[in-house]
């Protein structure tokens, strides 16, 4: 598991709106990480909570498309 899994992981989701409708099946951090398990990365909810945060630091949101309001869809407690 690593924080360059999940780094390239959102960069992945940045650019592909299928794999961006295929974790919106996911009802959890659990569930949303087994499915990018199933799709080839490796990070722990801690690592993609992490990775999130920094990336999202100073982030305002303007529009209902691209990736952060698709991740903030996520309960993450």
């Given at each position: 598991?690593?924080?360059?899994?999940?780094?390239l992981?959102?960069?992945?989701?940045?650019?592909?709106?299928?794999?961006?409708?295929?974790?919106?099946?996911?009802?959890?951090?659990?569930?949303?990480?087994?499915?990018?398990?199933?799709?080839g990365?490796?990070f722990?909810?801690?690592?993609?909570?992490?990775?999130?945060?920094?990336?999202?630091?100073?982030?305002?949101?303007?529009?209902?498309?691209?990736?952060?309001?698709?991740?903030?869809?996520?309960?993450?407690?």
């Open positions: 598991m690593s924080r360059e899994s999940a780094d992981f959102l960069e992945a989701a940045t650019q592909d709106a299928i794999l961006r409708d295929k974790l919106k099946a996911a009802g959890n951090p659990d569930e949303f990480v087994k499915i990018a398990e199933a799709l990365y490796s722990s909810t801690q690592e993609l909570k992490s990775v999130v945060r920094e990336n999202s630091e100073q982030v305002t949101l303007r529009r209902k498309t691209g990736i952060w309001p698709w991740l903030r869809q996520v309960t993450w407690i």
